[in-house]
């Protein structure tokens, strides 16, 4: 499990993180705002053929394109169809991969902002501790959130060798 003190050291002031929760389907995710490039409304992808149910196909995202993910069906949830107010997180990847510089993920909601301090995360220990493409799962203020591991997503993409 990811050390969730990472989050927490990612240069922010003095142990206070700027995130986003992002709710999914009977779960929410929480990221650091330097994950999140932009919360876009909800459009329709372009389906790719034979590509796994979680990946959803690509968007089109300032004239970029862009893979859209299902993370609750990435990480071995049941696969979950956009509601009325869903939304695009895109999220930006971490290794400086020209061809995925971006992956978007659906969110089942509005994500809102939320300030984590230090003290206030706590590592939370889970039934689905060895779930694909999470880091972590973890308390804030009593309550529970998961934390994408954005890593995986992108490998994920690349050994579908559809970009």
């Known amino acids: ?3 969730t003190k990472e989050i927490v050291a990612s240069g922010q002031i003095s142990g206070v993180v ?19 490039a ?8 372009t389906a790719v053929d034979d590509a796994p149910e979680w ?20 990480s ?3 696969l979950t169809a956009a509601k009325k107010n869903s939304r695009i997180c895109v999220l930006n990847t971490l290794n400086g ?10 969110s089942q909601g509005i994500p809102s902002l ?13 039934s689905d501790e060895n779930r694909p493409a999470v880091g972590a799962f973890v308390e804030v203020g009593g309550a529970e959130a998961l934390i994408p591991d954005i890593d995986e997503l992108e490998q994920r993409l690349i050994r579908l060798n559809l970009l």
């Open 38 to 45: 932009e919360v876009i409304g909800f459009k329709e992808p």
């Open 76 to 78: 071995g949830k049941e």
């Open 55 to 74: 990946f959803l196909g690509y968007i089109e995202w300032r004239e970029k394109r862009v893979p859209l993910i299902s993370f609750e069906s990435v």
């Open 114 to 126: 939320a300030i984590v301090q230090e003290q206030g995360l706590e590592d939370k220990e889970s």
């Open 1 to 3: 499990m990811a050390d």
């Open 97 to 106: 991969n020209a061809q995925i510089p971006y992956v978007g993920i659906l």
């Open 18 to 36: 700027h995130c986003l929760t992002i709710p999914l389907n009977n779960e929410t995710a929480l990221l650091p705002n330097s994950a999140i």
